[in-house]
């Protein structure tokens, strides 16, 4: 005859210990991760925010403008994309110690929403300009200088703004709130009947 598993009931707990309870966070390092990213994020906008202005005063003046020349591409392409990556950079590293305790997901899962739609708009901002104003905001240069404006200043900050994006979602909808578990816990639960 074979042997059936019959569960064992829970250790009664009494006493002081009685009301002793723990939270357990299914993902502990999630507050950290959290904070990693926004981080990240706000580094990666305020380069992207800035780089047309500061680029010429080491050679990279992607825009074909001086140092630290105001106009309309510059402000609503760069500006607004990364001045927005750097303020929910921000908002992601303030809900990093809730998300540490399970508590904080929708705020950061918008955050990171939003961090990917301001990515996609530097990435995709300079094609729309020419659309939008009928000028290139980009300038035309050599096959090897181009390409490293396009990747310095739009499609590189662009995308891993949108890629910092997709992994805070993932972070924060992997938080859940701390479960109650008793402290008595034991690591077998079973006895097998004969």
């Known amino acids: 005859m074979e042997p059936t598993v ?4 829970a250790p009664v707990v ?3 210990n009685a ?4 939270n357990r966070n299914p993902n502990p390092g999630a507050g950290a991760g959290l904070a990693t990213i926004g981080f990240l994020t706000m580094l990666l906008g305020a380069w992207a925010g800035i780089v047309p202005f500061v680029g010429p005063e080491f050679g990279f003046n992607a825009t074909g403008t001086g140092a ?10 760069w500006l607004v994309g990364g001045g927005a990556a750097v303020l929910l950079g921000l908002m992601m590293m303030s809900a990093a110690p809730f ?4 508590m904080a997901k929708i705020g950061p ?3 990171g929403f939003l961090v990917a739609c301001s990515g996609a708009w530097l990435a995709i901002g300079p094609f729309a300009w020419r659309v939008l104003d009928h000028s290139v905001p980009i300038r035309p240069a050599g096959a090897l200088h181009e ?6 200043c739009s499609l590189g900050p662009g995308v891993l703004l949108g890629l910092l994006g ?4 993932g972070v924060a909808m992997m938080t859940r709130p701390g479960t109650q578990v008793p402290v008595a816990e034991t690591a077998s639960q079973t006895r097998i009947a004969a």
Do not use: D, E, K, T
């Open 68 to 77: 630290w020349v105001w106009n309309l591409s510059h402000a609503v392409i």
């Open 19 to 22: 009301n002793a309870r723990r």
């Open 147 to 152: 390409l490293a404006y396009w990747v310095g």
């Open 166 to 169: 997709g992994i805070a979602m």
């Open 99 to 102: 998300a540490r305790r399970g």
């Open 109 to 111: 899962i918008w955050a």
């Open 14 to 16: 009494s006493g002081a």
């Open 6 to 9: 019959v569960p064992s009931p």
